[in-house]
Every structure is written in C-alpha cells, then in structure tokens.
C-alpha cells in the first residue's frame, strides 16, 4: 500500500521537476520543492507557485518550497536538476536523507547516477530514462511539450516501489524496468549518433539523413562499445532506431542543439564524453566517435561552453 504521508521531496523546480511536481500534487500528494538559496525561495514566492501550460491552458500550483539547509528529514526525493549539478546538489542534501531514503534519478545520460549513489550510500537510488518533453517559458513557469513515457528501475533491487501507484494516479505513464541501465545506455548510444552531429551540422535532426555513411560508422562502434560494456541488448538494432528516429523526429532540434543555439550548457560529459571514457577504460579504439567527441569539445569551446 502506498504511503500518503510521505512527501515527495524535489529538487530543481525546473523543466521535469516543474512537471512532475504539479502532476503528483494536482492528484493529492505531498509536495516540497527545494530550491538553490533563499534569493530562489523569495523569487518562487514572490510569483506564487509553479506555473504549468498544457495544451495552451496554464495553471498555477502554490506548492511548498523551501532551500537546501531546511532542518527537516527527507525520506522520498526526486532529483530533476541536470546531470552535471547531480552530485552537488545531493552532497548538500545528504545529511537530510533517512536511513531508508529513497531517491529517484531523472537524469539523462550515465555517469551522475554513480556519482549520486557513492554520496548517499543509506539511501535506495531508483534510476530513470524519460521520452517526456518540457521546457522552460520563463521564471517558474513550465510548458508540457511532448508526451511521453518514463522507465524506473534500480540495479541492485528489482522489487518495485510501493509508490508507482501515486505516479500512476498522477497520470505519470510509466513502467517498472528490470533493466534501467539497458535503457540508459540504449538512449545514451541513441543521443550519440544524432545529438553531436546535429550540433556540429547546425541542423535538425532530419537532415542527418544525408550523411548515412557518417551514421552507419558511428552505431557500429556504439554497438562495439556496448557490446563492450555488458549492454548486448541494447546494441540490438541500434542503426536502425537511430534511423528511425532522425525520421520520426525530422523537424525537430536535438536538446543539444538547442542548449549550444541558446549558449546554456550541455550534459555532454554525461553523454559522449561518458561513452568515450568508458570506451577508454575498456582500452577500446573507437576512432569515429573519439574525432566526433572532440570537433565537439572544439565546438563547445569556441563558444565559451563547458566540456564536461
Ligand atoms: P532544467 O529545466 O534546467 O531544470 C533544472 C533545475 O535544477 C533548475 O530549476 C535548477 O535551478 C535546478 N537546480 C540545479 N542545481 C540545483 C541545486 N543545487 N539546488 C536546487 N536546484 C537546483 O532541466 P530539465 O530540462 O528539467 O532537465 C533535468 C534532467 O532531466 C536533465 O538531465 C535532462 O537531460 C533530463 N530530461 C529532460 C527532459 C525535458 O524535456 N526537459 C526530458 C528528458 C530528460 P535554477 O532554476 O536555480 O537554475
């Protein structure tokens, strides 16, 4: 049985933590975002709550904020800030967390999850891969762009969460995963293929069907490179998903290529540069992937953006 008491703690009032935080408390569930400071606590009250758009309709939810340092204990956390302010942030959130904390993981990528777990070793680390879309229209404020599904899973533990029921009436669509880290490195060797060279061809993702030989080479090594790493499944007709994803998702700019057009930073330590450091640590030569990773680092560069 669910727990209705427990409170869903969340981190990062953005983009998903924006989304999933209005969907569990519009469907009764305690919610406390957590937020950077007391100048991002007085700015979120000062517009009163997060803001939700979907279909064109945009709803106010007051939920209760409150900073990092606020004494009171945490025993359920979502974590929805981006994969390189992972770690930060649950290393100041650790001291907070119950001996029986649980802790979803909404991170893109690989790499932060791994990083988060070796910060809260008392607490069961539930990772997630989401096709859901949101975005930022402005301060507090979040639009639902594109529906989709989320997978939870945990490696070490495959009994669900007794929670899944609140996601679900939430209306939250998602499964239980034996297998998240498969899913993980599947998106992971996905976003590879498509995502840098539609950043270093300033294009949409359509357009990468004009370079199939460039594609073809890439999933092979993805596909050596997972092989490599114990993620055969997910190797498993990677060309042709990436084909068909550059189709499906023709008219579309990649998340990369949106953060690069609009100077934020991007994940791709958690992203490419996690694939070519695994491939490194398995002393596998990935000569494509590796030029790619670094016209991307140069590209990044160039504009002032981080590499990592
Ligand atoms: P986002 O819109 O940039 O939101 C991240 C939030 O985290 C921001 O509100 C940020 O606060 C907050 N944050 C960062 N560090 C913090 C800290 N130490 N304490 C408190 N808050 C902190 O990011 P997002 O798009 O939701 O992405 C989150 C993750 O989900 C990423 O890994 C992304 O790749 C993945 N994802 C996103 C989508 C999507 O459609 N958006 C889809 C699938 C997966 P400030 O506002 O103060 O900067």
Same mark, same amino acid.
């Given at each position: 049985?669910?727990?209705?008491?427990?409170?869903?703690?969340?981190?990062?009032?953005?983009?998903?933590?924006?989304?999933?935080?209005?969907?569990?408390?519009?469907?009764?569930?305690?919610? +406390?975002?957590?937020?950077?400071?007391?100048?991002?606590?007085?700015?979120?009250?000062?517009?009163?709550?997060? #803001?939700?758009?979907?279909?064109?309709?945009?709803?106010? /939810?007051?939920?209760?904020?409150?900073?990092?340092?606020?004494?009171?204990?945490?025993?359920?956390?979502?974590?929805?800030?981006?994969? /390189?302010?992972?770690?930060?942030?649950?290393?100041?959130?650790?001291?907070?967390?119950?001996?029986?904390?649980?802790?979803?993981?909404?991170?893109?990528?690989?790499?932060?999850?791994?990083?988060?777990?070796?910060?809260?070793?008392?607490?069961?680390?539930?990772?997630?891969?989401?096709?859901?879309?949101?975005? +930022?229209?402005?301060?507090?404020?979040?639009?639902?762009?594109?529906?989709?599904?989320?997978?939870?899973?945990?490696?070490?533990?495959?009994?669900?969460?007794?929670?899944?029921?609140?996601?679900?009436?939430?209306?939250?669509?998602?499964?239980?995963?034996?297998?998240?880290?498969?899913?993980?490195?599947?998106?992971?060797?996905?976003?590879?293929?498509?995502?840098?060279?539609?950043?270093?061809?300033?294009?949409?993702?359509?357009?990468?069907?004009?370079?199939?030989?460039?594609?073809? #080479?890439?999933?092979?090594?993805?596909?050596?490179?997972?092989?490599?790493?114990?993620?055969?499944?997910?190797?498993?007709?990677?060309?042709?998903?990436?084909?068909?994803?550059?189709?499906? #998702?023709?008219?579309? /700019?990649?998340?990369?290529?949106?953060?690069?057009?609009?100077?934020?930073? #991007?994940?791709?330590?958690?992203?490419?540069?996690?694939?070519?450091?695994?491939?490194?640590?398995?002393?596998?030569?990935?000569?494509?992937?590796?030029?790619?990773?670094?016209?991307?680092?140069?590209?990044?560069?160039? +504009?002032?953006?981080?590499?990592?």
């Amino acid at each position: 049985m669910s727990d209705p008491r427990t409170t869903w703690h969340i981190l990062g009032a953005g983009s998903l933590g924006g989304l999933w935080a209005a969907r569990l408390a519009r469907a009764g569930a305690p919610v +406390r975002l957590i937020l950077r400071d007391r100048g991002r606590l007085a700015a979120y009250r000062q517009a009163g709550g997060v #803001t939700l758009v979907e279909r064109g309709q945009a709803r106010l /939810y007051p939920l209760d904020a409150e900073t990092t340092d606020d004494p009171a204990p945490i025993r359920r956390l979502l974590l929805a800030c981006k994969a /390189y302010d992972a770690e930060g942030a649950i290393a100041a959130l650790a001291p907070r967390l119950t001996g029986d904390a649980e802790v979803v993981l909404l991170q893109n990528g690989l790499g932060s999850q791994e990083a988060v777990a070796a910060r809260v070793p008392q607490a069961r680390c539930i990772l997630a891969s989401s096709t859901e879309g949101a975005f +930022r229209e402005g301060a507090w404020r979040v639009v639902f762009a594109g529906h989709g599904h989320t997978w939870l899973g945990d490696p070490l533990d495959l009994a669900p969460p007794h929670w899944l029921a609140e996601l679900e009436q939430a209306g939250i669509v998602h499964d239980w995963s034996l297998d998240i880290l498969g899913r993980l490195w599947r998106k992971l060797a996905l976003n590879c293929a498509i995502n840098p060279l539609t950043v270093l061809y300033d294009c949409r993702n359509g357009a990468l069907q004009q370079h199939p030989a460039e594609l073809a #080479t890439l999933c092979d090594e993805l596909g050596e490179l997972l092989h490599t790493c114990g993620q055969a499944a997910a190797a498993e007709g990677l060309h042709e998903e990436v084909q068909r994803v550059i189709r499906a #998702t023709a008219a579309n /700019y990649s998340s990369m290529h949106q953060d690069v057009a609009q100077g934020r930073r #991007t994940e791709i330590g958690y992203l490419i540069g996690h694939a070519c450091a695994a491939a490194e640590r398995h002393r596998l030569v990935l000569p494509h992937l590796a030029a790619l990773h670094q016209r991307l680092l140069k590209h990044l560069n160039q +504009r002032g953006l981080p590499s990592h």
